[in-house]
């Protein structure tokens, strides 16, 4: 089947699901860009399975997976097991808070990216170039390298993790001012942001951090912990972050309403606040094969 004509797709507006093709990639859809709902339905979804030789999606334009009214769930599996995601679908998933009902992949091994912008393997802060906004790897700062933290100021995207602990000297994390999303595709239930046991840490804040680490789980949060300075005082301290980082924030082994109230300040409703932001998915979605249109059909028959 020539599926070239979609070359110049760049907006979906429903459910992508594809199923049971021979294809080893989806690089038709090469420049999708945004797949979206504006209109109220059951099921916000792309779900990609049982393409025996699927091994990537190709979708190397893709910036926005949203929902007006629900949450985007993305569900991959039953692929090729050599099936990868690249760096910058990674980064859309995590970008737009998707919910992942079921994902099977890996990251690719390749580096480059469409939009130019450059990823590196983290290896350690000494040699790490000063060009890299997407690193992958698990990083730790800690009393033997913080002199270097500040060579990840350009960082914008981690695909691992990324621990502070043990430092001396560091005052604030001004040094990941410009981080955007963790994302990681190994569930092991360890927070992928983790501040801990520093000395001087005075302050947290991560001010371009405007989701949740990825994906959302009860386990996936940002703790902050065993620090020497009090970093929340009061309660609005800590749920300001909370909110800013739509993530649950996990202080000092508790969560942000064991904190307490500033004098003068009336006491937060629970309405106010959430201690965690997971969301379920409104539905089974193996029942939602009969509910939804593949992408592949809609585009046949109109």
Known sequence: MDLSGLLSLKKVEGNIEIFENQVSNLSFLSNLENVSKDYLSIYNVTHIHDNPNLKRLGWESIKKMVSKFDIHTVSIHDNHPEFCLTTRELQ?????DVYVYNLEAKLCADLERKDGEKTCNFVDLLSLDLNCQHLIGEIKVNNKNEDYAWKLENVTNIYGSIVVEYTEKLIDLNFLRNLRAVANLHFDGSPLIQIKFNRMLQTVTLPKMKVPPFPKSKSWVIEINGNSMEIFK?????????????????YNGKSCKKLPVAPGKQPVKDTDYEDEYEVEPSGNLSDSVSLMISLLIILIVF
């Open 234 to 250: 009061y309660l609005k301290d800590c749920l300001l972050f909370q909110r800013q980082t739509k993530s649950s924030v996990k």
């Open 92 to 96: 859309t998933f995590a970008e737009n």
